[in-house]
């Protein structure tokens, strides 16, 4: 049985996860939409939508453009507010009653399609300005790193493959670089579950590649919820597929058995 302290610090799951500090995660999913529904001008984005992801998963979500992906991580980032079903990350933190800036904290980080990164910093100072901190004690760039930031910052370079850029201003990355280095500055406010959107959009083959290899990485000690629609992408990461439509799920499982499936072949991925 796991203590609080075991939660404090995370611990290894019985599937070999690692369940995420802060997050009660040891009797049910680290994710759980129930029954949620959302309507904008008497138009359901998202209709009685059932979503569960467990500690650790790498799910990939795919759907025809209007499916409601986009509105699900509203709802789970507290963007928007459901009119109607539950919302929970893990055992305790009921997502619907919390802002966006009160969730990012407790652990959800969002990457949108278009990178977001400070261009006139390095590499390094973009990492530094994203660490999770007290922002009045480290006012400026100048302020002094503990030995473990560091040591994080040394980490997340390697794991994003950017050490050899440390120094190069953010401005002149390439996009795909562009957009590990806004992974790495979501890592680097260690966050339990990650949301990413279209994270393979406008990359080089190369690029989408290294990105594929980093989310598998990252898979098992970080949950990662991406949306794409790039199908060779999640071809090559996805373990569970999800496909949403008319904001409900339409289908779901492995890649092979999610796109022999009639309905989705219909609805989304053509003869």
Same mark, same amino acid.
């Given at each position: 049985?796991?203590?609080?302290?075991?939660?404090?610090?995370?611990?290894?799951?019985?599937?070999?996860?690692?369940?995420?500090?802060?997050?009660?995660?040891?009797?049910?999913?680290? &994710?759980?939409?129930?029954?949620?529904? @959302?309507?904008?001008?008497?138009?359901?984005? &998202?209709?009685?939508?059932?979503?569960?992801?467990?500690?650790?998963?790498?799910?990939?979500?795919?759907?025809?453009?209007?499916?409601?992906?986009?509105?699900?991580?509203?709802?789970?980032?507290?963007?928007?507010?459901?009119?109607?079903?539950?919302?929970?990350?893990?055992?305790?933190?009921?997502?619907?009653?919390?802002?966006?800036?009160?969730?990012?904290?407790?652990? %959800?980080?969002?990457?949108?399609?278009?990178?977001?990164?400070?261009?006139?910093?390095?590499?390094?100072?973009?990492?530094? &300005?994203?660490?999770?901190?007290?922002?009045? @004690?480290?006012?400026?760039?100048?302020?002094?790193?503990?030995?473990?930031?560091?040591?994080?910052?040394?980490?997340?370079?390697?794991? %994003?493959?950017?050490?050899?850029?440390?120094?190069?201003?953010?401005?002149?990355?390439?996009?795909?670089?562009?957009?590990?280095?806004? %992974?790495?500055?979501?890592?680097?406010?260690?966050?339990?579950?990650?949301?990413?959107?279209?994270?393979?959009?406008?990359?080089?083959?190369?690029?989408?590649?290294?990105?594929?290899?980093?989310?598998?990485?990252?898979?098992?000690?970080?949950?990662?919820?991406?949306?794409?629609?790039?199908?060779?992408?999640?071809?090559?990461?996805?373990?569970?597929?999800?496909?949403?439509?008319?904001?409900?799920?339409?289908?779901?499982?492995?890649?092979? @058995?999610?796109?022999?499936?009639?309905?989705?072949i219909e609805v989304y991925l053509g003869r």
């Open positions: 049985m796991n203590t609080d302290d075991d939660l404090k610090g995370g611990v290894t799951s019985g599937l070999g996860h690692i369940m995420p500090a802060g997050v009660d995660v040891s009797h049910g999913p680290i &994710l759980y939409l129930e029954g949620i529904t @959302v309507s904008f001008d008497g138009f359901r984005a &998202l209709n009685d939508l059932n979503f569960t992801v467990e500690a650790g998963e790498l799910r990939c979500i795919i759907g025809p453009n209007g499916a409601g992906k986009t509105t699900m991580m509203d709802v789970i980032t507290g963007k928007t507010r459901p009119d109607a079903g539950t919302a929970f990350f893990g055992q305790t933190i009921d997502l619907t009653r919390f802002t966006e800036a009160e969730i990012a904290h407790r652990g %959800i980080g969002r990457k949108f399609q278009k990178p977001t990164v400070f261009e006139n910093h390095t590499v390094v100072e973009n990492l530094e &300005l994203a660490m999770k901190a007290d922002k009045r @004690v480290r006012a400026s760039l100048r302020a002094k790193l503990r030995a473990d930031d560091l040591a994080r910052i040394g980490e997340t370079l390697a794991l %994003i493959r950017l050490e050899s850029e440390a120094g190069r201003l953010a401005g002149t990355l390439s996009h795909g670089q562009k957009q590990w280095l806004e %992974i790495g500055m979501l890592l680097m406010q260690e966050p339990k579950l990650l949301l990413l959107d279209e994270p393979a959009a406008g990359m080089t083959d190369e690029e989408t590649a290294r990105t594929a290899e980093l989310f598998k990485q990252l898979a098992g000690s970080h949950t990662l919820v991406v949306v794409e629609h790039d199908m060779d992408f999640i071809a090559s990461i996805a373990r569970t597929v999800t496909v949403l439509h008319e904001g409900s799920v339409l289908a779901e499982g492995p890649m092979d @058995v999610v796109k022999n499936d009639e309905r989705v």
